[in-house]
């Protein structure tokens, strides 16, 4: 057993994601799970799919697996299920009222759609922007250009987690989102987006802004993951789903 691999209890919360009802005499040559494992070891362990271990399933399959549930959605419809059964644990209510928005500039390893040079970071690749609870859940994430402005790319980020939680009522972001942010999350969302400040400190000593530093911790977390270390894929749908599966391991482990 590897350290990226589920649990029994762990399997037993999103099985029902993978493991749809069949038509009755259906089989399958590999167990789910051990598929999900084997995904898991990618993501964990930042290797490419060719060197699997041998004692997962073959490569193809295990990536075959992995193209079809990013298709059909199921990491981000388990992540849901999950963030929700994680508040509930907290003590909180099922979904979140209030969303912390914030970006990160990452290398890109190979020539993939969307890249772009992030000037202030002096990074060429790509920008995720995720959406996260107070908890640091994962409510939305979407991958872009980093040259791209966070002001103008944070509208369909903070739109699409509105759309999984209508509960939310406001938002909060740093300096970068002044501006079209604002007024998109007031327009367009009825909503209110908090600009966070610096405040006025000595020079050389750090202040940990309110709030902004939960989205900061999940960004954290994320690294944990060798194959968010960069952005090893082609496509930005791709390299969501890599969020999504790094954040479905982190809070199956809370949710027990």
């Known amino acids: ?141 979407q991958v872009h250009a980093a040259n791209l402005s966070d002001t103008v790319t944070a509208g369909p980020v903070l739109k699409e987690s509105v759309n999984r939680y209508p509960t939310l009522e406001a938002f909060s972001g740093d300096a970068a989102y002044q501006g079209t942010a604002e007024e998109f999350v007031s327009q367009e969302l009825k909503l209110t987006l908090h600009i966070a400040h610096k405040p006025e400190t000595p020079k050389g000593q750090f202040t940990v802004l309110p709030k902004r530093w939960i989205v900061e911790r999940t960004f954290a977390w994320l690294g944990n993951f060798r194959r968010l270390a960069k952005d090893f894929e082609i496509l930005v749908t791709t390299a969501e789903n890599m969020i999504r599966i790094a954040m479905l391991r982190l809070t199956l482990a809370k949710c027990l």
């Open 1 to 141: 057993m590897y350290p990226s691999d589920l649990s029994d209890p762990e399997w037993e919360l999103i099985k029902s994601h993978f493991e749809p009802k069949d038509r009755r005499g259906s089989s399958h040559k590999h167990p789910k799970k051990l598929i999900v494992d084997a995904i898991l070891y990618v993501v964990k362990g930042g290797i490419t799919w060719r060197l699997l271990p041998q004692d997962f399933p073959p490569w193809q399959t295990v990536y075959d697996h992995f193209r079809r549930w990013n298709k059909s959605k199921v990491w981000m419809t388990a992540l849901d299920k999950l963030t929700r059964l994680h508040r509930v644990k907290e003590g909180r209510t099922e979904t979140p009222s209030y969303g912390i928005v914030d970006s990160q500039s990452v290398k890109t390893q190979y020539n993939s759609e969307y890249r772009g040079i992030d000037g202030h970071k002096k990074v060429k690749g790509h920008k995720r922007h995720i959406v996260v609870d107070i908890l640091g859940h994962l409510l939305s994430v």
